[in-house]
């Protein structure tokens, strides 16, 4: 579903109701925005999200399944081979 607000001269904007529910916000909640652009040419496409209540609880876990197809003993006996190299 497409939603459009319009700016205000103060660059002011209302998150559609829709938004709002989707996202259960509601007054005083902070949203944050990250701008992504596919290629040099493209329009950069926004999304917006709302800050964790908890943040080390929702990154908890992020990145794990990087490490599926990596066997962990073979990495760090590598990463410890370089170490010794430097010192």
């Given at each position: 579903?497409i939603q459009?607000?319009?700016?205000?001269?103060?660059?002011?904007?209302?998150?559609?109701?829709?938004?709002?529910?989707?996202?259960?916000?509601?007054?005083?909640?902070?949203?944050?925005?990250?701008?992504?652009?596919?290629?040099?040419?493209?329009?950069?496409?926004?999304?917006?999200?709302?800050?964790?209540?908890?943040?080390?609880?929702?990154?908890?876990?992020?990145?794990?399944?990087?490490?599926?197809?990596?066997?962990?003993?073979?990495y760090l006996n590598n990463?410890?081979?370089?170490?010794?190299?430097?010192?």
């Open positions: 579903m459009s607000t319009k700016i205000s001269s103060r660059h002011q904007t209302a998150v559609p109701s829709v938004v709002r529910k989707a996202l259960n916000i509601g007054p005083g909640d902070r949203m944050y925005w990250h701008i992504t652009y596919r290629s040099s040419r493209s329009q950069p496409l926004i999304v917006a999200g709302t800050k964790p209540k908890q943040l080390a609880k929702t990154s908890r876990g992020l990145g794990k399944h990087l490490w599926d197809t990596i066997d962990i003993g073979s990463l410890r081979k370089e170490w010794n190299k430097r010192i």
